[in-house]
């Protein structure tokens, strides 16, 4: 059977809750690097995984969380549209700035 994925509802939220839990090592720090609630992290995960279908995270035999295959690649993923938001209000900020020449279309 194939998993339905809702990829218009997976939203910058999600995906940072993912990157944040990875980096983290679990919800509460994760959360404290959010500057959110751990029920708030934990229900973008969670929205995260119905809205693809599948689990990102599991726990290892040590109770480590361990991202799925799944997960990895959803992390890299989240890592690149990160690096290209960032690289976006560089260059917002740049133009606002006057630090850019001005471009008529």
């Known amino acids: 059977a194939t998993t339905m994925i809702h990829e218009q509802a997976i939203t910058l939220k999600q995906l940072r809750a993912l990157a944040a839990i990875v980096a983290g090592g679990n919800l509460s720090l994760a959360a404290s690097r959010l500057?959110?609630?751990?029920?708030?992290?934990?229900?973008?995960l969670r929205n995260l995984e119905a809205n693809l279908g599948e689990p990102?995270?599991?726990?290892?035999?040590?109770?480590?969380?361990?991202?799925?295959?799944?997960?990895?690649?959803?992390?890299?993923?989240?890592?690149?549209?990160?690096?290209?938001?960032?690289?976006?209000?560089?260059?917002?900020?740049?133009?606002?700035?006057?630090?850019?020449?001005?471009?008529?279309?």
Do not use: M, W, Y
Request: charged share 15%; hydrophobic share 45%; aromatic share 2%.
């Open 35 to 44: 500057n959110v609630t751990v029920p708030a992290v934990s229900t973008q």
């Open 56 to 105: 990102l995270l599991e726990r290892g035999p040590d109770g480590k969380t361990l991202l799925t295959a799944i997960g990895r690649e959803v992390l890299a993923a989240a890592e690149q549209i990160d690096a290209i938001l960032s690289s976006c209000i560089q260059k917002v900020s740049a133009i606002s700035a006057g630090h850019e020449g001005l471009v008529f279309l």
